[in-house]
């Protein structure tokens, strides 16, 4: 009996802690097809931003399988704000500290690997374009699962 309520006790707080997270604004996710990232395939995200006082956490997140030989990707972020006026940007995301062990979360032979940018604004109200790049000099890397856009409100 004191098992049956303690076990009910968990599971209600484990309900509790997973509504207190709120919903992403936005969270789509593109997977490369044979597990292949080559230059000509640029994943595109298009959000529609209502307000430009709300801050936002912008979450990219990079999923490699542990055959991954790099220890870090660069891709180039394009952004295209509803004026049309684009920005291309680079960024690192590593993968490996010095040692070769994995920097992220690592499930089996998957690793999610995250490039986070906090509390941003938006400076303009309409929709937005994101397209990602892979930025290496191969034409074509291996073992890169998927990529993803998550944008949450920062609630505070």
Sequence with gaps: MLNMRITLILFGFLLLLQSCESPAFYNKSYAFEDNKWSQDVKPSFSIDFKDTLTLYDFVITLRTTTDYKYNNLWVFLNTTPPDGKSVREPYEIKTTYP????????????VEHQLVFKRRKMPYLGKYKFVLEQGISEKEIDEVLDISLRIQEVTE
Aim: glycine share 24%.
């Design 99 to 110: 040692d070769g062990s994995w920097i992220g979360k690592k499930t089996g032979t998957v």
